[in-house]
Each structure stands twice: as structure tokens, then as C-alpha cells.
């Protein structure tokens, strides 16, 4: 496309994404002596981006990908116009945002939410689920904050759901991993907040500089078995110059 990008596509159904055409092309590929290698990186990473972001269907992802295919970047077509608007910019414009964004490493349409002074506040719903075997399960939401480059108040006010479970929503800086593995060191968390079933909570947490966010969640419930619960969240910037006032 010019000297940061190469453009290309792939037919989801080439990856197996339509169940109804898995066989149909399976016979095909067999017909014509062809393979195609599912397992090859970038075959891998357009398969996980269809997990990322955003679960709503579109007859077209656009995605952003590294020269070691990491996946960084993700726009559905069917989201297009919602998401120009809601950014206050022509369809052409906010394309060519999105693709700095990727490059910039701000990550959009991968589940992370970009607040600015025109757009401070959006919502996030979602689920969470217990502890998975021996393995921890979190739900993770980025949030950028970057846009505010004097700071602010970050305020997150979180409603659970009345299914099984209850949630634990820690702040981290967007750098800090979240191992399956091993709890959250305690050195690691800017703020938390514990919400059972059916309840709400609160994080506010106030920081000197535009950065990166993560918000990382997971249940807890009595139950042997798994269980699932879902959550809202609506999650706003106060700029620091607003705060003084």
C-alpha cells in the first residue's frame, strides 16, 4: 500500500472460520492437490484475531499486523461508520487514525478503549469467569488514556451481573502481564475493587500523565463447577485541569 504496508487478504473460509464450508473446500484442496497451512504465524494470528476486540460479525476484518505478526491492530467494516462518527471524523480520516493508532501501538479495535477530551467516557460489557482447573481467568480491557497528556481522574463504576460469581477488577499499568499461572503481585495494582453478585463497585484511581491502562478481571464463587457472570463498566476520564477547578 505504500512503504509501512502491505496490503493483502484472505478468504475466512480458507482459515476454516464458516463450519458450513470447511468440508466443501477440504474437497476442493484435495481435488486439486493444493494445501494450505493453517498452522503457518500469519495464518495463526488472522485465526486469534477473530477472538479479539469487538465479538460482533462483519463480512470483513481489517487488521494490522507486524513483520512478526503480532496482531496490533483490528477494524470490522460493519463498525466503520459507528466508529467514525463516534470519533467526530470522515470514514477516510478515521481509517487513516486507525492505522497510525496500530502503528503507534495504542492497539485499537483489540478490546481496548481510546478515551480523548471530546470522548471521555465510554461503557464496556462483558463477561468473567471463575478459575479454570488450576488456571486463573481473566477478562481484560486497555484502556487509553493517553490523550490526556496533563492527567486526570480515572473513574471506573462497575455493575455484576446476578448470574454465579462474583468479580474482582484490579487497575494495572497497561505494561503488566496477567499470568494464568500466578496471582496479580500486590506491588502491581493501582486499584481494585471486589463486587458480588448483583452489586456494584467502584475504582478511582488518579494519575499525572496520558498512559496506558488494563483492567483486569476474574471471579470468584463457591461452586465446584465454572462459573460465568457478566459485567458493565463505564469508564471515564476527569482531565487534571478540570479536576483543580
Request: charged share 25%.
Amino acid at each position: 500500500m505504500n512503504e509501512n504496508f502491505i496490503n493483502t487478504w484472505v478468504p475466512n473460509s480458507e482459515l476454516g472460520r464458516i463450519r458450513s464450508l470447511r468440508e466443501p473446500i477440504a474437497k476442493r484442496r484435495e481435488r486439486e492437490s493444493k494445501t494450505f497451512d493453517t498452522t503457518h504465524p500469519l495464518a495463526q494470528t488472522i485465526i486469534k484475531a477473530w477472538k479479539a476486540g469487538s465479538k460482533k460479525g462483519s463480512p470483513v476484518d481489517c487488521l494490522v499486523i507486524s513483520p512478526a505478526f503480532e496482531l496490533i491492530g483490528r477494524q470490522l467494516v460493519n463498525e466503520l461508520g459507528k466508529d467514525s462518527r463516534t470519533r467526530g471524523l470522515q470514514s477516510d480520516a478515521y481509517y487513516l487514525t486507525f492505522l497510525k493508532e496500530a502503528l503507534n501501538g495504542r492497539q485499537p479495535g483489540l478490546g481496548n478503549l481510546i478515551l480523548t477530551s471530546d470522548h471521555p467516557s465510554q461503557n464496556v460489557l462483558d463477561t468473567f469467569s471463575t478459575p479454570i482447573g488450576d488456571h486463573q481467568h481473566y477478562t481484560v480491557v486497555v484502556i487509553d488514556t493517553t490523550a490526556f497528556e496533563n492527567g486526570g481522574r480515572l473513574t471506573i463504576d462497575i455493575e455484576v451481573g446476578r448470574g454465579d460469581g462474583d468479580g474482582t477488577f484490579y487497575l494495572l499499568n497497561g505494561d503488566k502481564k496477567l499470568s494464568r499461572k500466578e496471582g496479580i503481585f500486590k506491588d502491581d495494582i493501582l486499584a481494585w475493587a471486589w463486587s458480588a453478585s448483583g452489586e456494584t463497585g467502584q475504582i478511582i484511581h488518579r494519575f499525572n500523565q496520558g498512559q496506558l491502562f488494563k483492567l483486569g478481571i476474574t471471579g470468584y464463587s463457591d461452586e465446584e463447577e465454572v462459573c460465568v457472570n457478566a459485567f458493565r463498566a463505564k469508564i471515564s476520564v476527569k482531565p487534571a485541569e478540570m479536576n483543580e477547578k
